[in-house]
């Protein structure tokens, strides 16, 4: 991207750093995601499918295929860094904070050589790696609930990693839920009877794993975990996190004004995603402008 391109009052909605394939809980295969980000005119894409890097050669080949830039990403599930407020939750209309906060990490090829990508691929497999384990423990669970879940049965339903929404795909087979806004209010969301925490590492860990490999990390939809945003921004720069997904489809006007301002104030980069998990959920990739002066220019080149 020229300089000239670059100034203070430049925002661009060419980017989106923040989807999901059926590598993870994405509903299209990878292919089909980049035609979606390019019919909607994103140039700039990242494909971060949940603590897997399963995508990116795929990712990367359809890129080229539909005139994408493809920076490899990935989203880690992390510790929470601080305690939720009811207050803060209150002040968004939230109403259930979620048990992990999100990471996304960022490899692009102006940062990051192959060797190093191949040591952060071991550093994140055992994290990944714990969701079969997991998903047999949600399914012994299910049974205990006199559920007829058949491990194999949810297994069968994903194309790389297993999570919850194959198994509320299970559920809702067997008749045990609606959908899967059912299945995730009755059974599998944070909190419920079938959801299984797993160890994760903390957002310094992950960060600190993710810098030693040459990468950067933005933490993902701040706005979900109920924390008042200088309190959220300050422990983002405490634990050495690059950026922030400040612009993202959960977050009204308001929220990423406040958040902007914040994070700037501090020296934090901010980051657009669209979080895009599949037509059938009602989303859409790409549209999410970002001022280019406040993503770290890894990204943008
Ligand atoms: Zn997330
Ligand atoms: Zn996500």
């Given at each position: 991207?020229?300089?000239?391109?670059?100034?203070?009052?430049?925002?661009?909605?060419?980017?989106?750093?923040?989807?999901?394939?059926?590598?993870?809980?994405?509903?299209?295969?990878?292919?089909?995601?980049?035609?979606?980000?390019?019919?909607?005119?994103?140039?700039?894409?990242?494909?971060?499918?949940?603590?897997?890097?399963?995508?990116?050669?795929?990712?990367?080949?359809?890129?080229?295929?539909?005139?994408?830039?493809?920076?490899?990403?990935?989203?880690?599930?992390?510790?929470?860094?601080?305690?939720?407020?009811?207050?803060?939750?209150?002040?968004?209309?939230?109403?259930?904070?979620?048990?992990?906060?999100?990471?996304?990490?960022?490899?692009?090829?102006?940062?990051?050589?192959?060797?190093?990508?191949?040591?952060?691929?071991?550093?994140?497999?055992?994290?990944?790696?714990?969701?079969?384990?997991?998903?047999?423990?949600?399914?012994?669970?299910?049974?205990?609930?006199?559920?007829?879940?058949?491990?194999?049965?949810?297994?069968?339903?994903?194309?790389?990693?297993?999570?919850?929404?194959?198994?509320?795909?299970?559920?809702?087979?067997?008749?045990?839920?609606?959908?899967?806004?059912?299945?995730?209010?009755?059974?599998?969301?944070?909190?419920?009877p079938l959801a299984i925490v797993r160890s994760k590492p903390s957002i310094r860990e992950a960060a600190k794993a993710v810098h030693e490999c040459g990468g950067i990390v933005s933490l993902a939809h701040p706005i979900y975990y109920g924390v008042p945003i200088n309190q959220l921004t300050a422990s983002c720069q405490e634990d050495g996190v690059d950026a922030i997904e400040c612009f993202h489809r959960s977050h009204p006007d308001s929220y990423r004004h406040e958040l902007m301002?914040?994070?700037?104030?501090?020296?934090?980069?901010?980051?657009?995603?669209?979080?895009?998990?599949?037509?059938?959920?009602?989303?859409?990739?790409?549209?999410?402008?970002?001022?280019?002066?406040?993503?770290?220019?890894?990204?943008?080149?």
């Amino acid at each position: 991207m020229e300089d000239d391109e670059m100034s203070e009052h430049m925002w661009s909605d060419a980017f989106d750093l923040h989807s999901h394939s059926t590598n993870s809980d994405g509903e299209h295969p990878v292919e089909r995601v980049a035609e979606l980000m390019a019919t909607e005119g994103v140039k700039h894409w990242s494909l971060t499918d949940h603590d897997t890097i399963a995508g990116w050669e795929e990712a990367a080949l359809a890129a080229q295929q539909f005139g994408l830039k493809f920076i490899p990403g990935v989203e880690i599930t992390c510790e929470p860094s601080l305690p939720v407020s009811e207050v803060e939750m209150d002040r968004w209309g939230r109403d259930r904070a979620p048990t992990s906060w999100h990471l996304l990490a960022y490899f692009p090829s102006s940062l990051v050589n192959d060797e190093q990508r191949q040591a952060f691929a071991q550093w994140l497999a055992p994290l990944g790696e714990s969701r079969g384990p997991r998903m047999a423990k949600m399914v012994e669970l299910a049974q205990h609930h006199g559920m007829d879940i058949d491990l194999q049965a949810v297994l069968d339903r994903a194309d790389g990693s297993v999570g919850r929404p194959h198994l509320a795909d299970e559920l809702i087979a067997q008749g045990y839920a609606e959908n899967r806004q059912d299945a995730f209010d009755q059974w599998l969301g944070d909190g419920r009877p079938l959801a299984i925490v797993r160890s994760k590492p903390s957002i310094r860990e992950a960060a600190k794993a993710v810098h030693e490999c040459g990468g950067i990390v933005s933490l993902a939809h701040p706005i979900y975990y109920g924390v008042p945003i200088n309190q959220l921004t300050a422990s983002c720069q405490e634990d050495g996190v690059d950026a922030i997904e400040c612009f993202h489809r959960s977050h009204p006007d308001s929220y990423r004004h406040e958040l902007m301002i914040s994070a700037r104030t501090l020296g934090l980069g901010l980051t657009a995603g669209s979080d895009f998990h599949g037509l059938s959920y009602e989303q859409t990739p790409g549209h999410m402008p970002v001022p280019l002066v406040d993503m770290p220019s890894s990204l943008t080149q």
